[in-house]
Nanobody, 112 residues
């Protein structure tokens, strides 16, 4: 299982970022995928899940209506579109297979 996240960076409050995760080493199309984040000094927080049928679940109420998880089974990719970003969204964001194995993460910093 290999998961490689990309797309993080520094963005101003109210801005947008799109995170990408390239998956390999397993049958992606039948796997649930998820995004989690870890803010400085805090524990891991699950953000969103997407299932093999592309149904979604947003585990963190604070991101509902601002974040959108999606997947492309043809490319073995999962995405997290993040809009209306807030400073409290600052964290390392991880892609995970079925809330298990995670990638190395990508840093998202929301600051003016």
């Amino acid at each position: 299982v290999q998961l490689v996240e990309s797309g993080g960076g520094l963005v101003q409050p109210g801005g947008s970022l799109r995170l990408s995760c390239a998956a390999s080493g397993f049958t992606f199309s039948v796997s649930a995928m998820a995004w989690a984040r870890q803010a400085p000094g805090k524990g891991l927080e699950w953000v969103a899940d997407i299932y093999s049928d592309s149904s979604t679940y947003y585990a963190t109420s604070s991101v509902k209506g601002r974040f959108t998880i999606s997947r492309d089974n043809a490319k073995n990719m999962v995405y997290l579109q993040m809009d209306s970003l807030k400073p409290e969204d600052t964290a390392i964001y991880y892609c995970a297979r079925a809330r298990g194995r995670r990638g190395q993460g990508t840093q998202v910093t929301v600051s003016s």
